[in-house]
Structure formats: structure tokens, C-alpha cells
């Protein structure tokens, strides 16, 4: 997990906004170009957690539970500036909202169906509290319990959910991850790169003009490519 303080975040949030950028947009962006680095290729599958209250009632506000609706967000990255991206994948998100009566439950279930088979799932999750609450930084806490110690979240099928929620009177980055599906050091790798292009963003006001090369460390870029050689032939098993 790592925090940003108001000040912090609000520097982020006005270079964003000088891109056409959201910043839960942004967020998801830079989060974006992680997992391309890492293996997720230029294009991919996003669960995106939606919080929506169908107006199905007068006092529907009123409620106490879980409203959370899933979507299913085609990730399209391309070898360019940054904001370019950004601007891209919010036009997407925003395309995809349109139908979330039709959730990303359904639709994989229908991608399964017309592949013929179980085998399409979408495990990475991006959660954005922004904007749950219009006092959310003015409150500094989201759930008016409090200061907020720690956050942890175990949900079915999702090997790793990248929160982003207002806390203490800034925004915190935090991901939740399955610990026996990745080798160890690699989530660490990712989020502190995620984190450093966070900071970047922040400190940097033309960072969204830039076109990103490989993220990852040289450590790592060895690995891979030892893992990637093959030096003889493979017979098809029978």
C-alpha cells in the first residue's frame, strides 16, 4: 500500500484533468501499462468494479448493501504518449458503462459460450472509490468510522484487485493480490514501478506527453527472456 497526501493527489489530479483525463481514468491508465510490461501484452481484459444504485425505488439511496456491479473493459494499448492511451481507454470505459445491465459476468460466460469452452477468465481487478462520496477529501475518511488502519479484500477467481480509495485525508494505492499464483517479488516489482509513475505524474506536469519503453527491471527482462528461449524442437503430445 502507499498513500498520497491531499496535496500530493490534487497535483495529480489537475495535470489529469489538463489531459482530458478522469482521475480515476489516469489511475487506471498508468495501472494499465504496468500489466502490459509485465506480460498482459497491448491487448487485454480489465474488470473494472462499478458502484451503481439502479433507480428502482424512491428510497433506494436510503439502502444498506452491496451495489457493486462488474464490467468487462477491452484494454487497447498502443506504442504511444501516454495521455493518448488514457484518452483512448476512458473513451472505451466510458462506451462500456453503457451496458452494464449486461455485466462481465455475462459477458464471459457468453465469450465461453461461443469459444466453445471455460477457459476465458479475466483475473485483475482496478476498484476506484473516487467520487463514492462528494465529501470524500474534505471528510479525510471514506466510511465515517475513522481513521482507516489496514485494508484487505479476498474475492473468488480475482488473482489481483488494484484499489484506489480516499483514506486519511489523501487517496491510497493498495493492491490485494493471490500470493500462490505469482512467483515471489514479482507483485512487488510491479507496484513499485506503478507507484514511480504515480510520483512521475505528480512531479512531472509533461509526464503525459512521454511514450513508455519496457517498465521492467533489468533483473526481471533477463529472467524473462532466459525463460522465452527455446533451443530444440517439441513434438506434439499424442
Known sequence: EKWFNEDKWQRLVQSAARQKLTPSAAMMTLFSEVLSAWGAGKEFGLILTVFERDNVHPQVQDLIGDFTQLSLLAVKRQQQQIGENGRALQRQMQEDLEHTSFCAVD??????????????????????????????????????????????????????????LVKNGGVSISWDFRQDIFPAGLIDAMFEQYAELIQRAIADDSFWLHTLDDLRPREDVRVHNITNQSRCLFKPSC
Do not use: M
Open 107 to 164: 459477458v464471459v460466460k457468453e465469450i465461453n459460450r461461443k469459444k466453445g469452452s471455460g477457459s476465458h477468465f479475466y483475473p485483475i481487478v482496478f476498484t476506484s472509490t473516487l467520487g463514492v462520496s462528494d465529501d470524500d477529501i474534505e471528510s479525510g475518511n471514506q466510511y465515517g468510522f475513522g481513521e482507516a488502519g489496514v485494508n484487505c479484500s479476498q474475492t473468488p477467481q480475482v488473482w489481483l484487485d488494484s484499489q484506489l
